[in-house]
């Protein structure tokens, strides 16, 4: 089990780059994460959802995802708390506190889908969740030392050198947690250093002196990580304003912005400059696209977007002739009203949209979830992608589909004038064929940039990376 000293220091990838490097060496690996927190998530095969992470780690374990992988998903939803999805369907939601009272009941089912992954792996490779040092939470604890006991799966504590008092990390977590626990806990990873590795051997001597752990490894920064998918909307967050040469596509990243990844492909395309717009900070004027990204919380968002200004922004935009695009609660956003009957996300039982689609959405309580293919009907281009929404949308507008299915139903919806587009797919910018098309929509010019075979290069580079930098057969050892 792969615990961390705090969020961000690296857990994710460091199991990724393990589940990758022990597949290669012929083993049959399994990733696993008890309770993750995240509005980026992924769809498995059999129509469940799990934290995008662990879908990255079963790819690199080479492994189709599957909800065992992720029983317990928390997906925060603002003031109405979190959405609680166990093995991949919608059980409730709750408030921080109340949560509390949800982990007995959820350890069960942690438990056995452990089982299951365990019975059919040669090594399952557990991450963790925040610090290990939550000792505030570790009654009922099923994400961290609650769950290690309970598999009694030893644990490898990671430290993130590059955000200081790495030593301090380390060291303190050993002091604070209790000894049955510190007792789990075999070794220690120093991640995400830069410079010369010799000036910290005395860091690791005075770690491994301090705590009775074992150094297992100082990793450098893997500076190719952005190429990979962020479990944390924190992550994004952090990205300054674009400053390369490149048609300029503006994003307003709302508070409850959710399968961020959808970006990713734009981002690493050389003829775009991706703008992350932050809240307070207009719309740039020179953007030829707006994007409004998914949320887990679209009327909240809607509030918060009008809050910033963005809505004059984008009307503006709209009136100079430039182009919009929506995914999912993006797309909700640009109809005329949203409903919402149930109070799922406002007290208020319906809000007004932006008007920039003649449409309608009614949110409900059926959550859909699939993988889709098809082709853009716009672009004549294939896509493939996936839903992952609440609500159903009408309208004039959906009499213009974005996407046809292959299964024969359509999606989305586009304005009289072709400029203003939306749809509830997400992931379709990662299909090479239908993000060239889009791209010459704007007036881009789409590189060779292959974004799925990037993927496997980079999860390749990081299993390489952590064979040079960490013991892997002190791991597998451990693991016996």
Sequence with gaps: ???????????????????????????????????????????????????????????????????????????????????????????????????????????????????????????????????AAEINLRTNDIANMGFAHAADAPVILVGDIDR??????????????????????????????????????????????????????????????????????????????????GVVIAVPLLPHISNFDDLDPLKAEAGVDLRLIQPGAALPAEAALVILPGSKATIPDLAALRANGWDIDLLAHARRGGRVF??????????????????????????????????????????????VAGEAIVFKAPFHGYEMHVGATSGADCARPFLSFEDGRIDGAVSRNGLIMGAYVHGIFSDDAFRAAFLQWIGAEASPLMFEQSIEETLDALAAHCEMHIDLDALLEMAR
Aim: proline letters at 4%; charged letters at 25%; one cysteine or more.
């Design 1 to 131: 089990m792969i615990q961390g000293t705090g969020s961000d220091v690296g857990k994710s990838l460091i199991v990724a780059g393990l589940a990758r490097a022990f597949a290669n060496r012929g083993l049959r690996v399994a990733p696993f994460k008890p309770q993750n927190m995240s509005n980026n998530a992924a769809v498995t095969a059999d129509g469940g959802e799990i934290g995008r992470a662990q879908a990255l780690q079963a790819r690199a374990a080479r492994l189709v995802p599957d909800t065992d992988m992720n029983p317990v998903l928390l997906k925060p939803q603002g003031a109405n708390g979190s959405q609680i999805v166990v093995r991949g369907v919608v059980a409730g939601q709750a408030k921080a506190r109340d949560y509390q009272d949800w982990k007995p009941r959820l350890k069960s089912a942690v438990m056995e889908s452990f089982a299951r992954l365990k019975a059919q792996s040669d090594l399952v490779i557990v991450e963790g969740a925040g610090s």
């Design 326 to 371: 929506g995914i999912c609660g993006g797309y909700q956003m640009l109809g005329r009203v949203i409903f919402d009957p149930l109070g799922m996300e406002a007290d208020d039982r319906q809000a007004p949209g932006l008007g920039l689609l003649d449409i309608e959405t009614t949110l409900t309580e059926k959550k859909t979830l699939a993988s």
């Design 164 to 245: 200081g008092g790495v030593i301090a990390q380390l060291v303190g977590c050993k002091a604070v947690l209790d000894a049955e626990d510190a007792a789990m806990i075999r070794g220690f990873i120093v991640n995400k250093f830069r410079g010369d590795p010799s000036l910290f051997d005395d860091g690791m001597r005075i770690i491994a002196q301090r705590t009775g752990w074992r150094a297992l490894g100082l990793v450098p920064y893997f500076d190719t990580a952005a190429r990979l998918p962020a479990e944390d909307a924190f992550n994004i967050r952090s990205v300054r304003k674009g400053t390369r040469d």
